[in-house]
């Protein structure tokens, strides 16, 4: 969880704070440090990754991959999965109006002779 302006990390997935956190402009990462001993009984640390000093452990985290992250968990569920066949049906008619149809090419100008042309 970071802050509303997307700078700091708040808390990690597991729920921890961090003892201390720092943003870092040139990368757009919030880099925060953990206590050593809760982030190696972690059930995330596998996905996580944390980078384990001698005290503690370092996680550079950007507001851009948490964000990536849920959008990626979205796509693969039943809902979304209905928006893209939705999707393919809408966009077929003018794919198919291009393809066999040719409608890009139609040598007239104008919305009612387009019409004529193409129903002649």
Known sequence: MFTEDGKYLIKCKNGCTPEECSYDPGNDRSVAYFQRSKCEECRYRDRCQPRFLKTRARKEV????????????YMQTEEFSEYAKFRNRVEAIPSLLRRRYHVDNIPVHGKKRTRLFFGF
């Open 62 to 73: 950007s507001w851009k991959s948490v964000g990536r992250a849920k959008q990626l968990q």
